[in-house]
């Protein structure tokens, strides 16, 4: 059974910057797609970000291209989201996804919150 746990999650002031990590375990981290998505309160969950298991197709939400950056570190299980430049919509609860593609995966973190002050 595959298991997701992020990481990384805090408050922070506008134009600050986190770290947010997720520790897979249950299977093979090399070889699966990882995503991370977000769901402030009262909206919907989005896609922020995705890299594909040989790292080379990376995507990002129009929303936090150049300013948030997703990697992986497969010899650690860890996919990481960093974000910079953060500004108070960026709050919200970040879920880290494994195995699949666009908005579908089969596998989902229990989410960090990640809070932007003004």
């Known amino acids: 059974q595959v298991q997701l746990v992020e990481s990384g999650g805090g408050l922070v002031q506008a134009g600050g910057s986190l770290r947010l990590s997720c520790k897979v375990s249950g299977r093979t981290f090399s070889r699966i797609n990882m995503g991370w998505f977000r769901q402030a309160p009262g909206n919907e969950r989005e896609f922020v970000a995705s890299i594909f298991w040989y790292g080379d197709n990376i995507y990002y939400a129009d929303s936090v291209k150049g300013r948030f950056t997703i990697s992986r570190d497969n010899a650690k299980n860890t996919p990481y989201l960093q974000m910079n430049n953060l500004n108070p919509e960026d709050t919200a609860v970040y879920y880290c996804?494994?195995?699949?593609?666009?908005?579908?995966?089969?596998?989902w973190g229990q989410g960090t919150q990640v809070t932007v002050s003004s």
């Open positions: 996804a494994a195995d699949g593609s666009g908005r579908t995966y089969n596998h």
